[in-house]
């Protein structure tokens, strides 16, 4: 007999459709897993044969072959073994295959019969309904994840068994999950900008680079506010829009860890240590190329602090990241892509002992050693480059992160509306061959920009920066028209640092 059940499997942060295939033929006793699983897949045998038996449903003693179609795609994860035990019960007859017509099945199998959750349920729920499912069963910890995807209906049973007798009509099922999608986050600890005193320009860095999605790096000595400054931002960036949050929610679904039973209202603010190896940054690391900070930072912000103690290899494999926005991983096992569409804001020192200028201790070897971890091309791609020179003893505080928000996000609003039907959000994204066009300039400012580009001896990526700069200063002045001042000033904030 023949069993063909739906489910589907995490490759990155993307789902894809499995059919399961389950034949049982009479012959010598043996169980076979082809179509391209992984070690885990080729490991179900006895998972699924102790999950029949605990839950006393018969194990076929025939010759069992299981097949993951289509062939071409890796399977990975456990996350098919709940298909696999009732592909085997439909085949041997004990249970109706018309109960799983146009149903997708999720789940993985413990030796006594529980259905476990599996990584990655959002992602492979919401594949499953894109191509013609309306209804999946998934483990009781997954429900409420699945249950965000709009339009799909959730089924869930602890134990095999107990799945069996509610697809066979026996039993009720259980109570639908609760969706909570719209619950509001934990309060993050409380923060404000105004908690910060002096350092006009580096408040005026953060905010064009929270409206403009511009990268921004703060160098300095150490105190000056650097960190405490950058770890501010968040408090000023607008709420995920709803295709951001969904974006955002599926590679957290993906990443494995707590379950979503939301989605995802805040932009992630990911912030690794300087020991992070180069697959931890951009992903890769291990035989499932699991996605890496720059993705988990997608739609959100990447915190370096300590930049200049990163591995020189791991900063410069960023350089791609931060140019096209997604991450290709080519690896033995099969080459993926992530999204890594974030915004990298970086702290670092000018040196070594991080005094800089006349205090500083470093020799010249020690300073040149230095400089060399941070590559020109890396910090090429920095939009804003400030040199915080710390607070002074009569500074006051300066503007609430409220009020800061409130320009923010009138800047944003007017990228909207400048930039409304193209595929670009921000200014930060409009490529070189658009900006003559969605960003024009009068005579005086391009006059301006002219003057900078040759008195600073910016690259064609430079030049670029510095006018995309420009046009979001001036729409955190609510300015329709680029001004000579917003040029020099974004010219000013692209200082050679460290």
């Known amino acids: 007999m023949l069993a063909s059940l739906r489910s589907a499997t995490l490759l990155g942060v993307d789902g894809y459709p499995v059919r399961v295939e389950v034949h049982v033929s009479q012959g010598l ?132 068994g107990e799945l069996r007798n509610c697809l066979a009509g026996e039993e009720p099922w259980p109570d639908a999950p609760v969706i909570r999608n719209h619950t509001p986050e934990p309060e993050p600890e409380p923060s404000d900008l105004a908690e910060v005193r002096g350092l006009p320009t580096a408040r005026l860095a953060i905010a064009a680079c ?21 770890r501010r931002l968040p408090t000023i960036l607008p709420p995920l829009e709803e295709d951001e949050a969904i974006d955002v929610t599926r590679i957290q679904s993906a990443a494995g860890g707590t379950p979503p039973d939301r989605l995802v209202s805040v932009r992630p603010f990911r912030a690794p240590h300087h020991t992070a190896t180069t697959p931890a940054l951009v992903g890769g690391g291990g035989r499932t190329l699991r996605p890496g900070e720059v993705t988990m930072a997608h739609r959100g912000v990447l915190f370096l602090d300590e930049l200049g103690e990163f591995p020189p290899s791991a900063l410069d494999a960023l350089r791609q990241p931060l140019e096209e926005r997604v991450v290709r991983i080519a690896r033995q096992a099969g080459s993926l892509q992530f999204p890594s569409d974030f915004v990298l804001i970086a702290c670092t020192n000018p040196c070594p002992c991080g005094l800089g200028g006349s205090a500083c201790r470093c020799s010249d070897t020690q300073r040149a050693r230095y400089r060399r971890r941070l590559s020109a091309p890396l910090l090429d791609r920095f939009d804003l480059r400030v040199r915080v020179a710390g ?76 006018l995309r700069v420009a046009r979001t200063l001036a729409d955190l002045d609510g300015s329709d028209v680029v001004a000579p001042d917003n040029i020099v000033l974004a010219a000013a904030m692209r200082e050679d640092v460290p």
């Not at 097949?67 to 399977?75: D, G, L, Q, V, Y």
């Not at 929270?210 to 950058?230: D, F, W, Y």
């Not at 909207?416 to 960003?439: D, E």
């Open 29 to 160: 006793p043996g169980y076979t897993v082809v179509g391209l699983p992984d070690a885990t897949g080729r490991e179900s045998r006895e998972r699924v044969r102790a999950a029949l038996l605990s839950s006393e449903l018969p194990f076929p003693l025939k010759r069992v072959t299981v097949n993951f179609a289509p062939a071409a795609i890796r399977k990975t994860g456990a996350g098919l073994e709940l298909a696999i035990a009732l592909g085997l019960l439909v085949a041997e007859e004990n249970l109706s295959a018309e109960c799983l017509e146009g149903v997708g099945v999720l789940g993985e199998l413990g030796l006594d019969g529980t259905i476990r959750s599996v990584p990655g349920t959002f992602v492979l729920s919401d594949v499953l309904h894109r191509n013609g499912v309306d209804v999946v069963i998934v483990p009781p910890d997954n429900a409420a994840e699945a249950a965000l995807v709009s339009g799909l209906k959730v089924r869930t049973a602890r134990t095999l």
């Open 391 to 466: 607070p002074q003893p009569g500074d006051t505080p300066g503007e609430s992160s409220a009020d800061t928000a409130m320009r923010v996000n009138e800047a944003i609003e007017l990228q909207k509306r400048r930039l409304c039907g193209t595929p670009w959000r921000r200014n930060a994204h409009v490529p070189a061959g658009a900006l003559a066009s969605l960003i024009p300039l009068k005579q005086e400012a391009t006059d301006a920009w002219q003057f900078v580009i040759e008195d600073a001896m910016l690259t064609g990526r430079g030049a670029a920066r510095v």
């Open 210 to 230: 929270a409206a403009g999605s511009h990268h921004l790096l703060l160098a300095g000595p150490p105190g000056t506010g650097k960190t405490m400054l950058a």
